[in-house]
């Protein structure tokens, strides 16, 4: 990008969306293949999201723990169709030691080599279980509850920052309970933990629904999900949670004694949100002049831009610390002041847009003499002179209203772009176009044939994203093959 | 351990330690060798510790970011003394995929060789250096204040929980200074922090000092350190904070324009605490009945038990939630019921004083007659009768009492068992036994010679623990050579 613009979407999508990160300072590539720096802004987004999400978690009755980072391979083995889902993308602890070669180089000492390779977690399900086997004995073991913050390593070769990196962060839940019933509950109960927090924070519209066969987590029963449309009408998988059934409690032998005497395998659950969220965040709501954040995630909510004259300076800096004074008492705001003396008050209004802070407070010497200050909303640039008396309730309305503007119109866009179809050809030309810009999610008869969803992938890139939560059975045809089908599922590209 | 008795100190300290983290369930090894499980209880100490410390690294202007887990070998490697002080320790990724071997197995992939190793983190001075030398480019740049909670693998051979684990949660701070001064007031500011953290939230006094040129961190200038002393009279390192200089500057071209137009290196810091804290938490204040918590850090802090009999269940239970309720509103604590019935009173007291809850209330049918609740300090065992119209204030002061208590045992601890001694028959009797129950620290004229600090070690186990940072100047005859000392040093064994 050139100093100050950025690569609009129309002129390319990709481009605008590596631009908007980079001109936002949230996160840049490093010289680890695949894996990024996330920087201090871009790390307080994810922060608020701990917080926010943490919350919940402990409100619904789950503690955090930590488990290791390295799972010996044949642990990681044990559930066979869990490690075929992550052995092409395992980082391998092959060695334990360096030291110095014969001219003076650092090498991997080849004495040093582990008896067993050990895999950078993929996700800790099997190193979890493992512990979990001796841990559970009787039914007064259970329910177990636990969510753990970390780190996770997915080789991947195609990476793109926030939305798919070799390393992540992440939390990953994994609960054991005594039932089906219970275990199918709490994967519901946290899929809606994860709606409610993407809907209400982050100002995103969700589709949540059930995961095919094809597209379920690698040793689950049921994977339920929820999927965001992004600005191109490609999909984004916000959150997964997954009913593991008894798949994993039979692998590692995960048995109770039930309050009938009966010796019966657990039942689990596992599911998960990691910082791919922040890739859907900036993707949902950002313009062409950069970042924009929903005020309920937003780092900093409101920022103080004095402007001053050369002979005014203390007056007008003096005047913007007792707003910004005022504001944080009333208001309890995460609220900034840019007083630095280096840079234009344009250069500064460019920076903060482009940081997608939702409320710029301006204030010169003509505000001051007329007791008021200007706003400018971030989400439509719109600006509102506004009396100082009247400021902290305008603050608290505008900030709601961005919020629900940037939800409504996420909103406009999902339904927009959500369409029926009634053959394969119209399936075809809806799903996306040829160049890649432009997307819809398209919702249509399916028989849930693999064969039907792999060929529909080959042929346009689209695949089933969910059979939504509340969805009838119906009479109907598949979009394919014609055979009969029972429900419409949604279809779409996806990130 | 049997069922309710735990090895006693006197016994055997080391099982001691161990029996106190399994009877309060902190932790637990796991099959990954060297690394452990911090379970739930475990973890909230750590997140309470996370949370004070965060907020004063935030406080004094420093921003949390996220570097990669792995760093290159060639990176690792650019700073001299830094890769020697690590290599031994490494652990190394060389493979990224794993396939089906013929005979069914999955095995490694020989194909998938990574081109250039990658080490896991040991430490992120190389990695995240190599940013900064991109970021800064002039003064305006300055300072850079970024702190990281991660986690960092140090493959340890011999391994003992929280105190030595081949993996570890951290937080590691690293900052850059235009000028030494600055640069040196940070590292002292950060030790600062720690100290005070230690001190007021964990009660444990510590002797704050700079570390030799042996002891220093790989790639120091100067390490300032606490150092805590546990109840065998061993000596803990429970945080460090470095001043750089700029040697890493210099090996990764770190350089700035300051406003007098020179280009010159910048000056640097790093300071990190991490779970090892919590292995000084539990040998500092616990006693042969389990672990004793500090109220400031106690996940909960008082536990309430409702005591029943047959016929009046719902009575005592419905009281004690109200008194639950009255205390949570009151008083803002951290606090909990335990009303299970199938465990008896006795088993619930036991268990409790075994996770190191400081305050307990026993409630029961004559309590209730007479308005009030039997409270139980965990410290000191002492019980005590309190109206329930008093309640309130008395659980706020017996917390206030509780802490202090705790700090000042550890003080006059500390105080006891530092000795001066006269020659060096004396300081090898006071240093240490033989039988390795209990130790000293010792301070001693030293003449700061590597080769005396070398022989010190190899006779008497003790390493210099660090110089205080109040020591003045003096004249004296070093220990172990007679030759001139400029300064008393601390001489301990150490964990």
Redesign the interface.
């Given at each position: 990008m050139n100093k100050n613009k950025l690569t609009t979407r129309e002129e390319n999508y990709s481009d605008w969306y590596l631009d908007v990160i980079k001109a936002a300072d949230l996160a840049?590539t490093?010289?680890?293949r695949g894996?990024?720096?996330?920087?201090?802004y871009?790390?307080?987004i994810?922060?608020n999201i701990k917080d926010e999400l943490d919350k919940e978690f402990k409100r619904t009755g789950h503690?955090?723990?930590?488990?290791?980072?390295?799972?010996?391979?044949s642990?990681?083995?044990r559930e066979a169709d869990h490690?075929?889902g992550?052995?092409?993308?395992?980082?391998?602890?092959?060695?334990?030691?360096?030291?110095?070669s014969k001219d003076g180089?650092?090498?991997?000492d080849p004495e040093a080599e582990l008896e067993e390779?050990?895999?950078?977690r993929p996700t800790s399900e099997t190193?979890m279980y493992?512990?979990y086997s001796k841990w559970i004995s009787s039914w007064?073991d259970l329910p177990i509850m636990?969510n753990q913050w970390?780190?996770v390593?997915r080789?991947e070769l195609r990476t793109r920052p926030f939305i798919r990196t070799a390393?992540f962060?992440w939390q990953e839940g994994h609960t054991a309970h005594s039932t089906f019933e219970e275990a199918d509950k709490e994967a519901r109960t946290m899929l809606g933990v994860y709606r409610d927090f993407v809907e209400k924070k982050l100002a995103i519209p969700v589709i949540a629904g059930n995961k095919s066969e094809n597209e379920k987590f690698a040793g689950a029963l049921t994977t339920y999900t929820i999927e965001a449309m992004l600005q191109d009408g490609k999909a984004l998988q916000a959150g997964t949670s997954h009913n593991l059934g008894q798949n994993f409690a039979k692998a590692f032998d995960i048995k109770f004694t039930d309050k009938d005497s009966e010796i019966k395998y657990v039942w689990q659950t596992s599911w998960g949100m990691s910082t791919r969220v922040i890739g859907a965040l900036i993707m949902s709501h950002s313009d062409d002049n950069g970042l924009v954040l929903p005020p309920n995630i937003a780092p900093i909510q409101v920022v103080v831009i004095p402007i001053w004259k050369d002979n005014n300076k203390d007056e007008i800096v003096t005047k913007a610390n007792e707003i910004l004074k005022m504001l944080k008492e009333n208001n309890e705001l995460r609220i900034e002041i840019d007083d630095n003396d280096?840079e234009s008050p344009g250069f500064k209004f460019n920076k903060w847009e482009k940081k997608g802070v939702p409320i710029r407070i301006e204030m010169g010497s003509r505000d001051i003499e007329n007791s008021s200050v200007t706003l400018v909303r971030r989400d439509t640039l719109e600006k509102i002179i506004v009396k100082i008396s009247d400021l902290s309730s305008e603050i608290s309305n505008l900030l709601v209203s961005i919020q629900d503007s940037l939800y409504n119109n996420a909103m406009k866009r999902l339904t927009t772009n959500t369409v029926e179809v009634k053959d394969y050809d119209e399936f075809k030309k809806t799903v996306g176009t040829k160049d890649d810009s432009g997307h819809s999610f398209v919702k249509a008869f399916w028989c849930e044939g693999k064969s039907c969803e792999e060929k529909i992938k080959e042929e346009t890139k689209a695949t089933t994203r969910c059979l939504p939560l509340d969805s009838k059975e119906m009479e109907g045809k598949c979009i394919h093959c014609g055979e009969i089908a029972k429900h419409k599922w949604i279809f779409a590209v996806s990130y």
């Open positions: 840049e490093s010289i680890v894996c990024m720096i996330i920087k201090p871009g790390y307080s994810w922060e503690k955090n723990a930590y488990f290791p980072l390295f799972i010996p391979l642990l990681l083995s490690v075929k992550f052995a092409k993308e395992c980082a391998v602890v092959t060695h334990h030691r360096l030291i110095e180089k650092i090498i991997v390779p050990l895999i950078v190193i493992e512990s007064r636990i970390n780190n390593v080789w390393e962060l280096y």
